[in-house]
């Protein structure tokens, strides 16, 4: 599981994509939400804005990312 370390309270989904790595663009990261390529603890998520939080874990790609902060 890789980590995807904030400084702030939360962040969102498009957002730490893009922050993982897994997406070069913003563009990119909302295509693949979109897409319906994303799950957030376990549950499909379409929703780009989604707020995630220390803790939560979004798939992508067959990889987890775990949220933590700093």
Same mark, same amino acid.
Do not use: C
């Given at each position: 599981? /890789?980590? $995807?370390?904030?400084? @702030?309270?939360?962040? /969102? ?12 663009? =913003? ?5 693949? $939400?979109?897409? =319906? ?8 998520? @379409?929703?780009?804005?989604? /707020? ?8 992508? =790609?067959? &990889?987890?990312? $775990?949220? &933590?902060?700093?």
């Amino acid at each position: 599981m /890789k980590k $995807v370390e904030i400084s @702030t309270e939360l962040i /969102k989904l498009d957002s730490a994509i893009k922050l993982s790595g897994a997406a070069a663009m =913003g563009s990119d990261a909302k295509r693949m $939400v979109q897409s =319906g390529l994303v799950a957030v603890n376990g549950e499909r998520e @379409t929703r780009r804005g989604r /707020k995630l939080y220390p803790g939560d874990i979004f798939s992508l =790609g067959g &990889e987890d990312y $775990v949220i &933590e902060k700093l």
